[in-house]
């Protein structure tokens, strides 16, 4: 290794500030430096992709193990009919996203503490939202990735397929969903001190919410606290409109949850998603401006 | 082209008691001037820069680039700097051309423009052999240079480096100096903390010195030593000596026509540091401590040195500040702080 002997004799040095600057929007700026922090993002994915490997076999292992402790429970048993395994599907898609979009927040919390941030709010973003919508993209991307996994896997072992539109509300919710759980993380990732604090967060909520949701069996198998608590379970809301997608005449207006305050529709159920997504956003802006500006 | 007017900062240390980082600190930095910062660990150096790249808010005060308020306004400021952080953060799964081409994409460089000022600073940095390996698999040296390429990317007016040497290997300091002198000489402010004296020394045109957050000096190297005037006498009359000892010949050195002052240099196994008039002295101290039968181990004669303005200045060499400081400094609250 030798001392460089090139010299600075570029025009752009040391003239930095004379040269003006080139005239692009806004818009344009923002999809630049959005893309270039998305493509990081998944460029660390591709690079290391025991996230990504581990993401899709998870579900993949509950959808078949857990699917399979119940293979032989009579028929009839779960309302409207059906397999169990068909019954699981719609939750371990949900759960997948769910914990998909909880992790959210990790990249950036190891940024904060590697020091990386800080290359990023130094530089002149053009808005810093930027670095929120990209994980935003790519953990949604991600998510509905290991749920077209799910969906293919599922739909081999048997337990069926949705319908085109069908597929198109599983996409609708799981983004409203992972809206959701993501500012949440992110809001995390800001917040708490280090990443230990915030994987024992994601670990200590993962598992309470899936099984205080309607995941893993139908509310009329609950007591009435555990139906109370699952009926309020935002998963709940992004579970049963996918169970009800994949039956071939599914209608918005149909029943899918009969909670104990009163019986809910696919419409209603995405509608209280898309309140708990919008709202999230909103209660965590001031938090990120604070942290971002 | 900088103005810092009165900046206080302090965080929340032990038990929530807050602890001032910066106090009422002023200071200019010239257009085209290689600008040092010289202080101990702990005297606010990187609390003053981290403030000057608006990635913190001062308690008090105000910060103007180039007649910008950077604190109204950060996005133009960071429009014009450029900024090498003391621990150098790179993401170590992109290989360094990866990650410079992230860096320009931040400062929305356009494509064609791109290409041209990476491989201009991969010649520039000679990075060539290393460029497209992954940045985990880089030294310290090769880190702090893409590094340093990515402060360098869009052209800054000003570039901001904390402590750009530190840790470094000879070869790799030599690439920066060379490098931060000629982007000097192209007309690029440079501002840049050490608590290395010789890299302040050699390479600012302007300094200041910190202290307790605040500044306790500030001018060109030469001016600064020269107001402190005289030759510097460093005797040590054993290799190691005692307290007792140091202050009996202090007594009797301050007696010896000629020396203006005696300080004793505790760090340096208690040797005598002696201010004196004129280049002739030595001689004098020679003959008037053999006359007493005292023996000499070392006397050496030197002009004043960026220490000894500290020395003057706050009663104590750099290297006790750092000393005195180096228990005292809790890394995770400074982590935190820096999150």
């Known amino acids: 290794m030798t001392i460089t002997s090139a010299s600075v004799q570029s025009e752009s040095f040391g003239t930095g500030g004379q040269r003006p600057l080139p005239k692009v929007s806004a818009a344009s700026e923002i999809f630049q430096e959005t893309f270039a922090l998305t493509r990081r993002l998944f460029l660390q994915l591709i690079r290391c992709p025991s996230t990504l490997l581990a993401g899709v076999l998870q579900p993949l292992i509950w959808l078949i193990l857990f699917g399979a402790l119940f293979a032989n429970a009579p028929e009839g048993l779960l309302p409207g009919g059906g397999s169990y395994g068909r019954f699981l599907g719609a939750g ?18 190891f940024d904060r503490e590697f020091g990386f941030l800080n290359r990023l709010l130094v530089a002149p973003l053009r808005s810093r939202a930027s670095i929120v919508l990209a994980s935003v993209i790519y953990i949604t991307l ?23 539109s069908g597929i198109l509300i599983v996409f609708l919710v799981l983004s409203l969903l992972i809206f959701a759980v993501t500012a949440l993380s992110l809001s995390l990732a800001f917040s708490l001190p280090g990443h230990i604090e915030l994987i024992a967060v994601i670990f200590v909520s993962n ?6 949701s309607t995941a893993l069996a139908p509310l009329s198998f609950m007591p009435t606290w555990l139906s109370w608590l699952a009926s309020i379970n935002p998963l709940t809301f992004a579970i049963e409109p996918i169970r009800a997608s994949y039956s071939n005449d599914f209608r918005f207006t149909d029943t899918v949850l009969n909670a104990p305050y009163g019986s809910l529709n696919s419409f209603s159920c995405i509608a209280v998603l898309a309140s708990i997504a919008l709202f999230l956003f909103i209660a965590i802006r001031p938090l990120l401006d604070r942290r971002l500006n | 082209m900088i103005e810092l007017q009165h900046l206080s900062k302090s965080f929340a240390g032990a038990k929530q008691q807050p602890v001032s980082a910066l106090n009422d600190l002023s200071l200019q930095v010239p257009e085209g001037v290689l600008y040092g910062i010289l202080g101990p660990n702990g005297s606010g150096k990187t609390t003053c820069l981290r403030i000057l790249c608006t990635l913190l808010a001062p308690d008090s005060g105000t910060v103007t680039v180039s007649g910008i308020d950077a604190i109204s306004q950060p996005r133009q400021v ?30 929305h460089l356009p494509g064609n423009l791109r290409v041209k000022k990476i491989s201009e600073l991969i010649d520039l940095l000679d990075m060539g052999e290393w460029i497209d390996r992954r940045c985990g698999t880089y030294s310290g040296g090769m880190r702090r240079r893409i590094d340093l390429a990515a402060g360098l990317l869009h052209s800054p007016q000003l570039l901001v480096l904390d402590e750009p040497t530190v840790g470094l290997d000879i070869e790799s300091r030599a ?13 690029v ?13 050699a390479l600012s045109d302007q300094l200041a010195i910190f202290d307790s957050g605040s500044v306790i000096a500030q001018g060109t190297p030469s001016e600064l030593k020269q107001e402190l ?52 002295i030595s001689e004098t101290v020679r003959n008037h401590l053999s006359q007493q039968n005292i023996p000499v181990f070392s006397l050496t004669q030197s002009r004043p040195s960026l220490d000894d303005v500290y020395l003057q200045a706050t009663g104590r060499t750099l290297l006790d500040a750092e000393l005195a400081v180096a228990g005292l400094r809790d890394p995770k609250a400074e982590r935190k702080q820096s999150m």
Request: overall charge negative; charged content about 20%; glycine content about 8%.
């Open chain 1, 142 to 164: 991600l998510s509905l990735i290991q749920s077209v996994a799910i969906i293919i896997v599922a739909g081999f072992l048997g337990y069926g397929w949705p319908s085109v």
């Open chain 2, 175 to 187: 690439v920066v100096w060379q490098v931060l002198r000629q982007l000097r000489d192209k007309g």
């Open chain 2, 229 to 280: 005037g005289g030759e510097r006498v460093t005797l040590k009359v054993r290799e190691f000596s005692d307290n007792k000892e140091s202050a009996r010949l202090r007594e009797m050195l301050l007696a010896c026509p000629g020396v203006r002052d005696v300080v004793i240099n505790q760090s340096q196994g208690y040797s005598l540091n002696l201010l004196v008039d004129n280049q002739d």
């Open chain 1, 92 to 109: 371990v898609i949900v759960f997948t996203a769910f914990s998909a979009a909880l992790n959210a927040g990790l990249p950036i919390m």
């Open chain 1, 207 to 212: 598992l309470p919410l899936l099984f205080t």
């Open chain 2, 78 to 107: 960071r429009r014009l700097l450029g900024y090498v952080a003391q621990d150098v953060a790179i993401d170590k799964i992109l290989t360094g051309r990866e990650l410079l081409e992230f860096q320009s994409d931040l400062y």
């Open chain 2, 189 to 201: 402010t440079i501002v840049l903390s050490s608590h290395y004296l010789e890299e302040i020394d």
